[in-house]
C-alpha cells in the first residue's frame, strides 16, 4: 500500500508532502517524523527508496507506507506517559517514533515473530540511540523488542493504553486483541486484510460508558462493544547517552524466550501475514 503523495528528495521532504495531504496533522507526530530518518530503517542498497510513499519488504524486513504509518501515528492519539504495545514490530521504526513522544514516564514494548527482524530492530535502535543530531533534543522512552508470538500474550499481563498490530488480524483474534487494551485505550489494527475508502480509513468508536468500555479503532468497519478490565501500568523504561540501559521493564506481555513463536500453542500467527 502507499502512493498516496509524491515522493521526497529527503525525509524532510516527505515529511512536508505528507503534511500538504493532510495525512501528518498534529505536531508531535511531526517532530517525531522529522527526528527520525526512514532511510535509516533501510538496507544500504534499498535506501533510493526510502523517500517514495511505499512499503518495502525483503526477506523477513517490512516496512509499511509513510503513508499507512501516519495515519496510524496520528490514529493513536499519542501522548507522554502512556503505555504502547506494538504487536509485530518490525524493524522499531514506528515503536521509535512512538517512543520521541512517550517520554521518559512512558512504556514501550515491541513483539516481533521473527528473530532475525528483532536483532535488526535492536541494530537500529542502536544507531540511532548513539549517533542521532535529534537523540538529544528528546526525552526517549526507549523501546524493548523481543522474539515471540503476539497471539500468546500472557492473559494475566498488563494492559497498554495503545496497541498497534500491523499485520492482517483475523476476525477470531479481534476479541483477543482488545482485551490488550486499558479502559478508554486505543486499538489500531487492520482487520480480516480490509482496509475501505480511505476517508474512512481509521474511524474512531467509543462504546458505552468509559468506565465499562474502551475506544476502538479500526480501518474495517463498525466495533462491537466491548469490556476491559483495568491492570496496574507497566515499569517505564528510559534511555540517555551518559547511562547504558538495563535489562528493561520487568513487565513482559510475552514469555522472553528465543524460538518462542515456533513452538506448538493454541494460537498461531500465520507465518506469511499480510501487512499493511
Known amino acids: ?38 532511510a535509516d530503517y533501510y538496507l ?25 504509518y501516519s495515519e496510524v501515528m496520528e490514529a493513536l492519539d499519542l501522548q507522554p506517559g502512556l503505555s504502547f504495545l506494538n504487536l509485530g514490530s518490525g524493524t522499531g521504526y514506528l515503536s521509535s517514533m512512538v517512543g520521541l513522544i512517550l517520554g521518559p514516564f512512558g512504556v514501550n514494548h515491541g513483539v516481533e515473530l521473527h528473530s532475525d527482524v528483532t536483532e535488526y530492530a535492536k541494530q537500529k535502535l542502536d544507531v540511532f540511540i548513539r549517533t542521532s543530531d535529534s537523540f538529544d533534543k528528546f526525552d526517549f522512552c526507549e523501546p524493548s523488542f523481543v522474539t515471540g508470538n503476539c497471539l500468546e500474550i500472557a492473559p494475566d499481563c498488563c494492559q497498554y493504553d495503545r496497541v498497534y498490530c500491523g499485520a492482517g488480524v483475523q476476525k477470531e483474534h479481534e476479541e483477543y486483541m482488545k482485551n490488550l487494551l486499558k479502559v478508554g485505550g486505543i486499538l489500531v489494527m487492520p482487520l480480516e486484510e480490509k482496509i475501505v475508502d480511505q476517508d474512512n480509513t481509521h474511524r474512531s468508536f467509543c462504546l458505552g460508558d468509559k468506565k465499562d ?49 515456533t513452538g506448538s500453542h493454541k494460537r498461531r500467527w500465520p507465518e506469511e501475514h499480510t501487512y499493511v
Open 44 to 68: 544500504e542498497e534499498f535506501k533510493e527508496n526510502a523517500y517514495k510513499d511505499l512499503a518495502w519488504k525483503h526477506g523477513n524486513i517490512h516496512l509499511s507506507a509513510p503513508c499507512i
Open 213 to 261: 468500555s474502551g475506544c476502538f479503532l479500526c480501518p474495517s468497519g463498525p466495533a462491537l462493544p466491548f469490556g476491559i478490565r483495568t491492570v496496574q501500568t507497566c515499569p517505564a523504561t528510559t534511555t540517555s547517552r551518559a547511562q547504558p540501559t538495563g535489562p528493561g521493564p520487568a513487565c513482559y506481555p510475552w514469555q522472553h524466550q528465543e524460538g518462542y513463536a
Open 1 to 38: 500500500m502507499g502512493g498516496a503523495v509524491s515522493a521526497g528528495e529527503d525525509n524532510d521532504e516527505l515529511i512536508d508532502n505528507l503534511k500538504e495531504a493532510q495525512y501528518i496533522r498534529t505536531d508531535l507526530v511531526e517532530q517525531a517524523f522529522r527526528a527520525i530518518d526512514r
